[in-house]
């Protein structure tokens, strides 16, 4: 289990965004077609991503603290083979399908997504991101604070929905 902070905004300006991320020397990791399917579970949410980098499933739960959230991750599978999709999710209920292309950077541990999404616009998300503990959240609190003001993100622009949520 890890746990991250993460912002998620509207974003007006993603070649400004972009930019930003560029000169502060962020690893660009490429544009990813992804679809993500929800699945009915009793607490979190259970989604399956399939995309063009990345192909996750993953079952979390996130909560709202301060202008961030907090996201505690129950189970993540990189790359899960049809078995395991069916195991996991087989017999649940689809929930809700999204659509979006997303361009990844990173900037050490913490991970940058610029999101077109079908049918609501342009995003940008901060993921800061402690895989085994050693962060901390007050960092990860501070690592997002700086990226946020780094890109220029206000405040009535903060988003504190899945996208399936807006």
Not at 58 to 83: C, D, F
Not at 100 to 115: A, E, P, Q
Request: with cysteine; charged share 25%; glycine share 8%.
């Amino acid at each position: 289990m890890y746990a991250d902070i993460t912002i998620k905004a509207r974003c007006h300006n993603p070649a400004e965004a972009e930019a930003i991320l560029q000169q502060h020397n962020a690893e660009y990791k490429g544009l990813d077609v992804q679809t993500d399917t929800f699945y009915s579970v009793d607490s979190g949410k259970l989604k399956l991503r399939k995309g063009t980098i990345e192909n996750v499933l993953i079952h979390y739960n996130r909560v709202w603290a301060g202008g961030a959230m907090q996201t505690e991750v129950m189970m993540y599978l990189k790359n899960p083979g049809s078995a395991t999709i069916e195991a996991v999710c087989g017999g649940l209920e689809v929930v809700s399908e999204l659509r979006k292309l997303r361009k990844i950077y990173f900037i050490d541990n913490v991970k940058f997504h610029i999101d077109q999404v079908e049918g609501h616009g342009q995003f940008i998300e901060i993921e800061a991101i402690d895989l085994d503990g050693s962060v901390g959240t007050e960092t990860l609190m501070q690592q997002c604070g700086y990226y946020k003001d780094l890109l220029l993100i206000e405040d009535d622009d903060l988003i504190n929905d899945s996208y399936i949520d807006l």
